[in-house]
């Protein structure tokens, strides 16, 4: 978000979402080569209390530079350095652990600087990421890919017919309320979707306050810019997951990262979509480049 309070504009690649609730969305034309891109202003971020914070210098910064340092400071004053360097960089042997597993159309939640969008695109995945970060989506644009300014609690395209959804890099911790994020990934999920989910490497459950620090002080105070999250074990994350319909598919690790795999139940009910959530899904049906293989873009469509 400007710290101004005046509109900017973000190009983002299609598919964009005209019925969603983002601000100053231009309806892009049904052919993609035929016109340019669709612009939404930047001038309203996502109304999450994360989005103020994942909106600001230290961040947009870091991934202006490639680098850090950046972290999240918790209240009592510990650091979880976060790995910019690599989020810039390209998908490395743990990330490709992952995608290998990917399945149909993919949904990177906190797609972060863009990296495993551009790394499914070339797979041959459509792939779509979401972030509250315009430095983010702006970065993940121009590696190619497609990319909403979006969090994942918001209206999004496609609801419900997601062949696999990534929650990546820590972004389990998305609101720090892992029962309602594993619940909001099971609704965006087809029947019988694919979740891939990055814990921690050792038994935690962990609900904390934290704020994002780059090493100076902070303008506003230390109480400044606090939102919630938290970081899973595999363990913690499977109990989560069970009362949505979410069954352990597989766990691994590579280069220290953990990861797990879990499979939607095909027996439950898909969410009810309103008259802008079924437009939305068409949106982005036409909006994805024409398919060679004759796959659809979306599950079930």
């Known amino acids: 978000m400007s710290r101004t309070g005046q509109e900017r504009n973000v190009l983002v690649h299609p598919p964009a979402d005209p019925g969603a609730g983002l601000v100053g969305v231009e309806a892009a034309p049904a052919d ?30 870091a991934l202006r530079n490639g680098h850090g340092p950046l972290f999240l400071r918790r ?11 690599r989020w810039c960089s390209g998908a490395d042997a743990a990330d490709l652990s992952a995608l290998r597993r990917c399945e149909g159309p993919v949904l990177d939640i906190g797609c972060g600087p863009g990296r495993l969008v551009a790394a ?5 995945h459509r792939a779509l990421g979401i972030d509250v ?27 419900g017919r997601w062949g696999t959804v990534l929650l990546a890099d820590g972004n389990i911790g998305i609101g720090g309320d892992p029962d309602r994020l594993l619940r909001r990934a099971a609704e965006l999920l087809a029947p019988g979707g694919l979740l891939i ?8 459950d962990e609900r904390v306050r934290v704020r994002l620090d780059d090493g100076r002080a902070p303008e506003k105070g230390a109480a400044a810019g606090l939102f919630p999250w938290a970081r899973l074990g595999s363990c913690a994350l499977l109990g ?7 069954r352990a598919e597989g766990q691994w690790e590579a280069d220290g ?18 008259a802008d959530s079924r437009n939305s899904a068409a949106v982005v049906s036409s909006q ?3 398919n060679t293989s004759g796959d659809s873009p979306l599950a079930g469509s």
Request: hydrophobic residues 40%; glycine residues 8%.
């Open 32 to 61: 993609p080569g035929a016109g340019p891109a669709p612009r939404i202003t930047a001038s309203q971020a996502p109304a999450h209390p994360e989005a103020d914070a994942w909106g600001t210098d230290p961040y947009a910064n």
């Open 75 to 85: 209240t009592d004053g510990w650091l979880l350095p976060l790995d910019v360097e």
């Open 120 to 124: 499914l695109a070339a797979r041959g």
């Open 133 to 159: 970060s315009e430095a983010a989506v702006a970065r993940t644009v121009r590696l190619g890919g497609y990319a909403l300014r979006r969090s994942v609690f918001d209206p999004l395209p496609g609801e």
């Open 197 to 204: 989910a990055e814990t921690v490497p050792h038994d935690l």
């Open 240 to 246: 989560y997951a069970r009362p949505h319909g979410l």
């Open 257 to 274: 990262r953990a990861f797990v795999a879990l499979r939607r139940s095909r027996s439950v009910r898909p969410p009810n979509h309103s």
């Open 288 to 290: 994805f480049p024409r």
